[in-house]
């Protein structure tokens, strides 16, 4: 099944965005309904994605990979939208990352044909589906992580159990003390290869993987170069005895924050044989107004060549009522945590219009702040002399992406002057 039958699919009044009392519609028909945002043609709150600021952020970062030769492998996760995917595809994404079985079954569903799990591959459904899938598609490219002989062992008896010799290929993973997953010392990265190495047929030892973006804080850029570090020692070793699989080592690694150190990194390693390096930021293709927004504060003061590129803008926002300004200082709003992510920002008020107001354009809105959110309701501090009144609308940037797309079965796309032009269905 193609990604083009999500815009055949049916949405109605029980999906959170759309209008109550309208007759069921196709998904791909409401960029056709002539709906305005900011002419309150749309519930609120309501989740938008700007249709430029996806389009600019795309082409940013084919610039970057064009420039270093690196590939890209944009991770799933952040938006778990099919047509999202297709869109990154056919910008030139050589793969798609997912996190968990649930992803590779809907990237399946909709035809992606090579996936990268970032991720450990355990548990019988998880072995069952994708060796099932493998089985019965020759085209499908799979990818997953190991980090110990048991799970070389797991994914070794699965894979000769269906007669799967040379299609489970895996990156040994890398981690960090405190981290997450991933061999912590090089002997014990050896070990997992050397078991991989036994393994073949039935598994495929292809390179070093490891995640970084967990670093933060004071001195992260320090400790992720020596996260880099161990990573480019563990991809050494192996090929030095020889422990990969026949063709490219690859290496990957690269969230959303230092993507850039990733491939200057990878790209200066001498190693026997031909490398390829992957790339996986996932959070690039829609930024956001605070966490990566910072992030590439750093980035470019790292990078003369992103510097140089311009910045990514933030594409997602979530636009809410004032319901209440019970206090001179204190407005609530129509949205709460279940309409948006805050962690690790609350969302921040950045646009408000009032509705019938001429021209319908939003103003610019400052020293207001969302200091507190419930299920349902938004607190915000604002001046005493804030212009904000019930019935206005308030537009939200947003932090950590893959948070807020996660509360939205529909998102609609937008054009500069908040026309819904598109929309796009998420699979959570």
Same mark, same amino acid.
């Given at each position: 099944?193609g990604?083009?039958?999500?815009?055949?699919?049916l949405?109605?009044?029980?999906?959170?965005g759309?209008p109550?009392?309208?007759a069921?519609l196709k998904?791909?028909?409401?960029?056709?309904q002539?709906?305005?945002?900011?002419?309150?043609d749309?519930?609120?709150?309501?989740?938008?994605?700007?249709?430029d600021?996806?389009a600019?952020?795309?082409?940013?970062?084919?610039?970057?990979l064009?420039?270093?030769?690196a590939?890209?492998s944009?991770?799933?996760?952040?938006?778990?939208?099919?047509q999202?995917?297709?869109?990154?595809?056919?910008?030139? +994404?050589?793969?798609?990352?997912? /996190?968990t079985?649930?992803?590779? =079954? %809907?990237?399946r569903?909709? #035809? &992606? *044909?090579?996936?990268?799990?970032a991720n450990?591959?355990?548990?019988?459904?998880?072995?069952?589906y994708?060796t099932?899938?493998?089985?019965?598609d020759?085209?499908?490219?799979?990818?997953c992580?190991?980090?110990?002989?048991?799970?070389?062992?797991?994914?070794? +008896?699965?894979a000769?159990?269906? /007669?799967?010799?040379?299609?489970v =290929? %895996?990156?040994l993973?890398? #981690? &960090? *003390?405190g981290?997450?997953?991933?061999v912590?010392?090089?002997?014990?990265?050896r070990?997992?290869a050397?078991?991989?190495?036994?393994a073949?047929p039935?598994?495929?030892?292809?390179?070093?993987?490891?995640?970084?973006?967990?670093?933060s804080?004071?001195?992260? +850029?320090?400790?992720?170069?020596?996260?880099?570090d161990?990573?480019?020692?563990i991809?050494?070793?192996?090929?030095?005895?020889?422990?990969?699989?026949?063709?490219?080592?690859?290496l990957?690694?690269?969230?959303s924050?230092?993507y850039?150190?990733?491939?200057?990194?990878f790209?200066?390693?001498?190693?026997?044989?031909?490398?390829?390096?992957?790339?996986?930021?996932?959070?690039y293709i829609?930024?956001?107004?605070?966490m990566y927004?910072?992030?590439?504060d750093?980035i470019?003061?790292?990078?003369s060549?992103?510097?140089?590129?311009?910045?990514?803008?933030?594409a997602?926002e979530?636009?809410?009522?004032?319901q209440?300004?019970p206090?001179p200082?204190?407005?609530?709003?129509?949205?709460?945590k279940?309409?948006?992510?805050f962690?690790?920002?609350?969302p921040?008020?950045?646009?408000?219009?009032?509705?019938?107001?001429?021209?319908?354009r939003p103003?610019?809105l400052a020293?207001?702040?969302?200091?507190n959110?419930?299920d349902?309701h938004?607190?915000l501090?604002v001046?005493?002399?804030?212009?904000?009144?019930?019935?206005?609308?308030?537009g939200f940037?947003i932090?950590?992406?893959?948070?807020t797309?996660?509360k939205?079965?529909?998102?609609?796309?937008?054009d500069?002057?908040?026309?819904?032009?598109?929309?796009i269905?998420?699979?959570?």
């Open positions: 099944m990604v083009e039958t999500i815009a055949d699919g949405v109605d009044e029980t999906v959170k759309m109550g009392g309208i069921p998904l791909g028909d409401i960029g056709k002539g709906w305005n945002v900011l002419a309150e749309m519930p609120l709150p309501v989740c938008l994605l700007k249709a600021a996806v600019r952020n795309e082409g940013l970062m084919r610039v970057f064009e420039r270093t030769g590939l890209h944009p991770h799933g996760k952040t938006t778990m939208s099919p999202l995917f297709d869109w990154q595809a056919k910008a030139g +994404a050589w793969a798609i990352t997912v /996190g079985v649930h992803q590779i =079954q %809907v990237a569903h909709f #035809g &992606f *044909a090579r996936i990268v799990l450990q591959l355990v548990g019988k459904q998880g072995l069952r994708v099932d899938e493998l089985a019965r020759p085209g499908f490219e799979f990818f992580l190991v980090d110990s002989v048991a799970g070389v062992d797991a994914l070794a +008896a699965a000769k159990a269906r /007669g799967l010799a040379g299609r =290929q %895996v990156f993973e890398g #981690g &960090f *003390a981290g997450r997953t991933g912590r010392d090089l002997d014990a990265a070990a997992v050397k078991a991989a190495k036994a073949e039935y598994v495929l030892l292809r390179g070093v993987e490891g995640f970084e973006g967990l670093m804080g004071a001195g992260a +850029a320090l400790r992720v170069t020596h996260f880099l161990f990573l480019a020692n991809a050494t070793m192996i090929d030095a005895e020889d422990l990969c699989a026949e063709g490219r080592l690859m990957t690694a690269g969230g924050a230092f850039d150190m990733v491939v200057e990194k790209r200066g390693l001498n190693l026997k044989r031909p490398k390829s390096i992957l790339t996986r930021s996932g959070c829609t930024h956001d107004s605070a927004e910072a992030h590439f750093a470019a003061e790292r990078s060549m992103l510097a140089e590129l311009g910045r990514p803008e933030p997602l979530v636009w809410a009522y004032v209440s300004r206090e200082t204190r407005v609530l709003v129509t949205m709460g279940r309409d948006v992510s962690d690790p920002h609350l921040m008020p950045r646009l408000w219009y009032r509705p019938g107001a001429a021209p319908r103003q610019k020293g207001h702040t969302c200091v959110l419930n349902q938004g607190y501090d001046p005493a002399d804030s212009p904000l009144q019930v019935g206005d609308m308030v940037g932090s950590h992406p893959c948070l797309f996660d939205w079965q529909m998102i609609a796309f937008v500069a002057d908040y026309n819904v032009v598109d929309a269905r998420t699979y959570f």
